[in-house]
Each structure stands twice: as C-alpha cells, then as structure tokens.
C-alpha cells in the first residue's frame, strides 16, 4: 500500500509539473524534461521521457564510477585522480574528464557504474565520446539521489567528496538549476553541460543538482537539446527549472 501511495504520489506531481511546463515549451522552438525531488517529503515527479546527450553533465557519473572503482579495489583516489577529479567537476575540464574515462574502463565502466547505482536508460557514448552518452531526466535524477541520500552504493566518504566538488563550481558555469534555489543561488551544488551539435549547430545545454528553496532541499536535472544557441539554452533551462521548483514547493499530495 505504501508504494501505491508513492506511485500516485509521483503521478500527481508529474501532471502537475507537466501543466506548469507547459507554457514554458510553447514558443521555446527545443525540447526538455525535467525530474524533481523534494527531499523533505520524499515526492517526486518527471515531465517528459525523452533521451538526450549528456554533454558535460556525464562528468558526474565518471567521478561517481571512479569513486565506486577506488572503493572496490580498497584504496583512496590518487593525487593525479584528485587532480583530474577536480579540474573536472569545478572547471569542466575535458582532458581530465577523458583521463578519468579511461581509468575507470570507458563506456563498460561507466555503464557498469550506472548500473550499480540504478539508472536503467543511460547508455554510454561510444568511441571515447563521453559527451554523446545517451541519458534522461529521470535517471539524473536516480543519479543525484545516489549523490545526495543514504541509500546508496556510494560510501559516505563518497558522496560527501562529490557534494564537495559539485559545490565548487567556478563562476562563470554557475547558471542553470541554481536559478531556483533562493536569494543569489549561492551554496547550490550542480553540474552543467552544453555543446552544439555537429550536424545541425542546435545546441544541447543541461543543468543537474541541490538546490535550497523555502527551507528545503530539492534535487533537479534539466535536459534539453535543439536551442539555436547557447544562451537561449540557459535560459530555458533556467525557466525550466524554477517553474519545477516552484510547482514541487507548493504540491500537495490529495
């Protein structure tokens, strides 16, 4: 009976997310899904279930698969791996992140990884393309969960290493989710990606992670592909995001 509750729960969010986004997409010419999560109650929703590269967002999953490689093989991250880890996540540096992919296996580790930590529709890119992997709003979401809660096959020492990180980012790469956190954003911890696409110059911009709002503490992964640049990407995912926060801020389960 308590799943039911659970399933309908969500349900209910999930239409109500889909209402408020609405008038979001129309006129936006790109498409998006988001996943929300609030930590207080427990409730979350999903609007759209579409699969979308991850560009640089991927990131967060190669430091959770190194993290889970290190513990199984019962030691700590090298100075090097540090290194790269944190150029990585605070900078979203490239080179570190392709470092890091091939120490972890490429595309069977991630997805190994992945595997552990329960998404089910992420599929790694091929060919060392670690920003082409293939990923939904939902999973980001099982993701952030594994990052942000107990229940996980993270390690403690783990997760607060990569809150740690994901709460460094510099500046500039800011934006995205922490639109919806209160005051100026500040002590949001997110990761961003974004690149155009070759073979129609759309851009694909994405925004995951914890941001405070009313008191309390919401995790929210924002995809989207097809704005014809970058910062209306940014825009977008910014809109995106508040309005989910927003609309998970005043839900109530019926």
């Given at each position: 009976?308590?799943?039911?509750?659970?399933?309908?729960?969500?349900?209910?969010?999930?239409?109500?997310?889909?209402?408020?986004?609405?008038?979001?997409?129309?006129?936006?010419?790109?498409?998006f899904s988001v996943a929300v999560l609030d930590t207080r109650s427990g409730t979350s929703g999903v609007h759209g279930d579409g699969s979308y590269a991850t560009a640089s967002i991927v990131k967060v999953g190669i430091l959770a698969?190194?993290?889970?490689?290190?513990?199984?093989?019962?030691?700590?991250?090298?100075?090097?791996?540090?290194?790269?880890?944190?150029?990585?996540?605070?900078?979203?540096?490239?080179?570190?992140?392709?470092a890091l992919w091939r120490t972890i296996?490429?595309?069977?580790?991630?997805?190994?990884?992945?595997?552990?930590?329960?998404?089910?529709?992420?599929?790694?890119?091929?060919?060392?393309?670690?920003?082409?992997?293939l990923t939904t709003a939902a999973d980001q979401l099982t993701l952030l969960r594994a990052i942000f809660s107990d229940d996980s096959a993270l390690s403690g020492r783990a997760r607060t290493y990569l809150r740690a990180l994901?709460?460094?980012?510099?500046?500039?790469?800011?934006?995205?989710v922490s639109a919806a956190a209160d005051g100026?954003?500040?002590?949001?911890?997110?990761?961003n990606g974004w690149m155009p696409r070759d073979a129609t110059g759309l851009w694909v911009v994405n925004s995951l992670g914890e941001v405070s709002a009313d008191g309390r503490a919401f995790l929210v992964a924002v995809l989207s592909e097809g704005s014809a640049d970058m910062d209306s990407g940014v825009a977008l995912v910014e809109r995106a995001a508040r309005t989910a926060v927003a609309t998970a801020r005043t839900y109530r389960f019926q």
């Amino acid at each position: 009976m308590e799943r039911m509750a659970d399933d309908v729960t969500e349900q209910g969010l999930s239409a109500a997310l889909a209402d408020a986004l609405g008038p979001v997409a129309q006129g936006s010419g790109a498409d998006f899904s988001v996943a929300v999560l609030d930590t207080r109650s427990g409730t979350s929703g999903v609007h759209g279930d579409g699969s979308y590269a991850t560009a640089s967002i991927v990131k967060v999953g190669i430091l959770a698969a190194l993290l889970l490689r290190a513990e199984g093989e019962g030691r700590p991250l090298t100075a090097q791996e540090r290194s790269h880890a944190a150029v990585m996540i605070e900078q979203s540096d490239n080179d570190a992140a392709t470092a890091l992919w091939r120490t972890i296996g490429g595309a069977a580790g991630l997805d190994a990884a992945h595997q552990r930590l329960g998404l089910t529709a992420t599929r790694a890119g091929s060919g060392g393309s670690w920003g082409v992997t293939l990923t939904t709003a939902a999973d980001q979401l099982t993701l952030l969960r594994a990052i942000f809660s107990d229940d996980s096959a993270l390690s403690g020492r783990a997760r607060t290493y990569l809150r740690a990180l994901m709460g460094r980012v510099v500046g500039r790469q800011s934006w995205g989710v922490s639109a919806a956190a209160d005051g100026d954003g500040s002590g949001t911890r997110l990761k961003n990606g974004w690149m155009p696409r070759d073979a129609t110059g759309l851009w694909v911009v994405n925004s995951l992670g914890e941001v405070s709002a009313d008191g309390r503490a919401f995790l929210v992964a924002v995809l989207s592909e097809g704005s014809a640049d970058m910062d209306s990407g940014v825009a977008l995912v910014e809109r995106a995001a508040r309005t989910a926060v927003a609309t998970a801020r005043t839900y109530r389960f019926q």
